[in-house]
């Protein structure tokens, strides 16, 4: 082995292992091998020399690179047929002499494989063997496991056993020793682990500390579409390996004395059905949402509440102003350590500045009628299922979360027209969707039965107040910055 031009200082991005050469590109590892096959002879019985082979992994890919007794081994995931990818290594015989200059192109390599990404994370992964169709468990071992054991992932798999098992984990879990919480489910256990992680003293330093991301094994699985866009399980360990530490806007509910922490959405009247009353069809998997919007729609369409809402920005355009200049700010490399540093200083959950729905309304929120409520829907992140983008301006951690209006009595032709413009975009410029970017609100239903879903989960039938804290969590994303979906056009 030579490197191109013998020299084994860390600038040098290329090395040449048995006529084999490897070059760290700007996004991706060019190998160019140029051995003579070793199985192709022609009809004459003389060793063919094989064709030049240009092969580009991309950076993104590369799990791991290292130097063993006398190989070079570079793991990658590699793109399979179908929506995955699989553990692929390649290895080239190296000399003893060789190793050190070998080494230290390795490290490069994952230098930029990795770059501002934590390598070999600690993770704590937990496992529902009930969750979405009771396959987590095995989608785990065959997607997942082979892609964070190539990454050199340290490792704590645990299944849960009960229900509220993964807030109990996550409440007396000790947070120095894993830099994230992976749970294999549905949004169901990572609405748990926030609230593990919020139900303690240092709830502030545990939520700032430790990320939560999920293995897609549920049927919405919002959490994985929003922060790596995918369904896949095997890509969504990629991402997690490469995933970047990324504030998330934490919501509190309050309900009569209660307290507990959103982080995806919150709910009531027809989504908060189709969420809620389809329990009993599961096996369909994410068709259950769409089933249940269509038999709702022919049912009953309004749900009447009061709503009152602290509104930040009350109109479309500058909704969209604020997402594009949000979007595409400076990043400040040091506002993580500052944010682990105000959350090292005062560990405990942050006051509610609205105080609960059982104080009088606070000044200035703007009171919307509810009488003929079809939908409300507020949310803290843009997806919530595959192809159902429904908060496209929303962001992690601009301390908003994006309210979301349809009135009931919207004719059942429109209310279809804006189902079916929901992957296309075009939904959030309909005139019937209001759209209020806000800090709060309160929502208090006036029938005695019906669902209230926060992220999913059904909570007691009776009024609610929900208040932002900024980047009070913390997700892993592929960006750092913003979910992986479609801004408002
Ligand atoms: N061993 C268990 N037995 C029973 N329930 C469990 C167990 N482990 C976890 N749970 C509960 O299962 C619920 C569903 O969790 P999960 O996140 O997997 O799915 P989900 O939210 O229903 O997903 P989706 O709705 O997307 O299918 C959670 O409320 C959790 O508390």
């Not at 990404?117 to 396959?135: E, H, I, Q």
């Not at 005695?448 to 997700?475: C, M, N, W």
Request: hydrophobic share 40%; with cysteine; charged share 20%.
């Amino acid at each position: 082995m030579s490197s191109q031009d013998d020299s084994s200082e860390p600038h040098d991005t290329t090395l040449i292992v048995e006529s084999v050469s490897l070059t760290i590109g700007a996004d991706s590892l060019l190998i160019l091998d140029d051995r003579p096959a070793k199985a192709d002879r022609s009809c004459c019985g003389l060793l063919q020399p094989k064709p030049e082979t240009n092969h580009a992994i991309s950076l993104y890919n590369i799990l791991g690179a290292e130097v063993t007794a006398s190989n070079l081994v570079i793991a990658y995931a590699q793109h399979s047929a179908k929506n995955d990818v699989s553990v692929t290594t390649v290895q080239y015989p190296i000399s003893e002499k060789e190793k050190v200059a070998i080494e230290r192109w390795a490290q490069q390599l994952l230098d930029a494989a990795y770059a501002k990404a934590l390598r070999g994370k600690r993770l704590k992964v937990l496992v529902n063997p009930f969750g979405g169709k009771g396959t987590a468990a095995s989608l785990y071992q065959r997607y997942a496991a082979p892609v964070f054991a190539a990454a050199k992932c340290q490792l704590d798999v645990q299944n849960t056993e009960y229900r509220g098992h993964a807030l109990e984990i996550a409440e007396n879990l000790d947070i120095d020793a894993y830099d994230a919480v992976v749970c294999c489910s549905g949004d169901g256990l990572p609405y748990e682990v926030f609230n593990g992680l919020g139900k303690r003293p240092d709830a502030r330093k545990a939520l700032a500390q430790t990320a939560v991301a999920l293995l897609p094994c549920g049927s919405g699985n919002g959490l994985t579409w929003n922060a790596f866009g995918t369904g896949s399980v095997s890509i969504a360990a990629l991402a997690i390996v490469k995933g970047l530490r990324t504030p998330l806007d934490l919501v509190s509910i309050s309900q009569k004395d209660s307290r507990t922490l959103s982080f995806l959405s919150q709910s009531f009247g027809i989504v908060a059905e189709c969420d809620l009353g389809t329990e009993n069809i599961r096996w369909m998997g994410a068709q259950r949402f769409t089933y249940g919007f269509l038999i709702r729609l022919m049912r009953q369409t309004i749900w009447p509440c009061d709503i009152a809402v602290k509104v930040e920005i009350g109109d479309k355009e500058a909704i969209k102003e604020h997402y594009a200049a949000w979007s595409t700010r400076p990043q400040d490399p040091d506002a993580d350590s500052k944010r682990l540093g105000i959350a090292a200083e005062s560990p405990g959950l942050p006051e509610l500045k609205y105080g609960t729905v059982t104080d009088e309304l606070p000044q200035g929120w703007q009171v919307i009628s509810g009488e003929t409520m079809g939908n409300f829907y507020a949310g803290n992140m843009a997806i919530m299922s595959k192809d159902t983008n429904m908060f496209p301006a929303t962001l992690p951690d601009d301390g908003l979360m994006d309210v979301v209006t349809i009135d009931g009595t919207v004719s059942r032709a429109t209310a279809l027209t804006m189902m079916n413009e929901i992957p296309s975009g075009r939904f959030f410029d309909m005139p019937d969707l209001n759209v209020r970017k806000a800090s709060a609100f309160r929502l208090v239903p006036h029938q005695k039965e019906g669902y209230i879903s926060i992220d999913g989960e059904r909570v007691p039938f009776e009024a609610f107040q929900a208040e932002v804290h900024q980047g009070l969590g913390t997700i892993l994303t592929k960006s750092g910055c913003i979910y992986e979906a479609a801004g408002p056009r």
